[in-house]
């Protein structure tokens, strides 16, 4: 699919329109801004985000992460990117529920 700039829009779904769980957005790198909250999202792997340069907006929250091993790099990206994705929590394991992702440090998950 190509978008020119006069066609770029912020892309966003309703709530739980995206049922998957993980999380695939290569197709969508022309978009600035990615409204993805509330659908149950668990997931998203590592490469997500590498082919979106013109991300500036970036809404994760009321999602169902699961804060493990395969979740610790998005906490360093989120990081070094403050205020892109506020809001974005961690929903599992129990012991992390509720913990914001950039907050959590890499040995903890």
Do not use: E
């Not at 929250?61 to 360093?76: A, F, K, P, Q, R």
């Amino acid at each position: 699919m190509q978008v020119t700039p006069s066609q770029q829009q912020p892309l966003r779904t309703r709530r739980g329109r995206m049922r998957r769980a993980v999380l695939k957005l290569a197709v969508l790198s022309t978009y600035w801004s990615h409204t993805l909250n509330n659908n149950n999202i668990t997931l998203i792997p590592l490469s997500s985000f590498n082919h979106m340069p013109k991300l500036r907006t970036l809404r994760l929250h009321s999602n169902n992460l699961h804060c493990d091993c395969h979740l610790s790099w998005l906490s360093d990206w989120l990081r070094a990117r403050r205020g892109l994705a506020p809001f974005t929590q961690c929903m599992a394991p129990a012991h992390m529920r509720g913990l914001n992702v950039p907050d959590v440090q890499k040995k903890d998950f």
